[in-house]
């Protein structure tokens, strides 16, 4: 061997002394799982639910409508229905039986409706006369349309409470 060859071999075996990586520690390993469970719920009262106010009418109208509005917020994908009870003073009557009452017992007729034209009765029975839906995770905003036949009854100030309950 040359003297220019074992020279070069003793840079290269230092070269390689420098970048040879240095020893690895053991290691051990482990797994684990992260989770998350996410319950369907539903909300019926943010916002509040507005009134269906009727307003102040002469005892002769007759057709006396009203909108107002309910809101709910529902777990994407959950599917839900609103149902609309009797009210206080239904007499035990259903909801065809709905009815205003003036404090004394003076009861003025009135009924809900799910739609504008103010054909289907909403109601409490699934399936014949509540409001379906599927929830988007945001407030859907639900029109109450009322009606009240006639306004020929004693004057006064008439009101009923009616409970929305939304199941899903």
């Known amino acids: 061997m040359t003297r220019i060859q074992s020279w070069l071999s003793t840079v290269l075996l230092a070269a390689a002394a420098l970048y040879a990586p240095a020893s690895q520690a053991q290691t051990a390993t482990t797994t684990f799982n992260v989770t998350l469970t996410i319950q369907s719920s539903c909300t019926v009262n943010t916002p509040a639910a507005t009134n269906v106010a009727f307003g102040t009418h002469p005892s002769t109208d007759i057709d006396i409508d009203a909108v107002g509005q309910l809101n709910v917020n529902c777990t994407p994908g959950t599917g839900y229905t609103i149902a609309l009870d009797e ?3 239904a007499g035990g009557g259903g ?3 709905r009815a205003m009452i003036n404090g004394a017992s003076d ?3 009135y009924q809900l409706y799910a739609d504008a034209g103010r054909t ?3 109601g409490e029975t699934v399936g014949t006369d509540t409001v379906a839906g599927v ?3 945001a407030v859907q905003a639900y029109p109450v349309y ?12 008439y009101a009923d409470t009616i409970t929305a309950t939304v199941a899903y």
Not at 146 to 157: I, K
């Open 87 to 89: 009210g206080l003073n």
């Open 146 to 157: 009322g009606r009240v036949p006639s306004a020929s009854f004693p004057a006064a100030s």
């Open 135 to 137: 929830g988007t995770g």
């Open 107 to 109: 009861l003025v007729p």
């Open 120 to 122: 289907a009765i909403w």
């Open 95 to 97: 909801v065809a039986a």
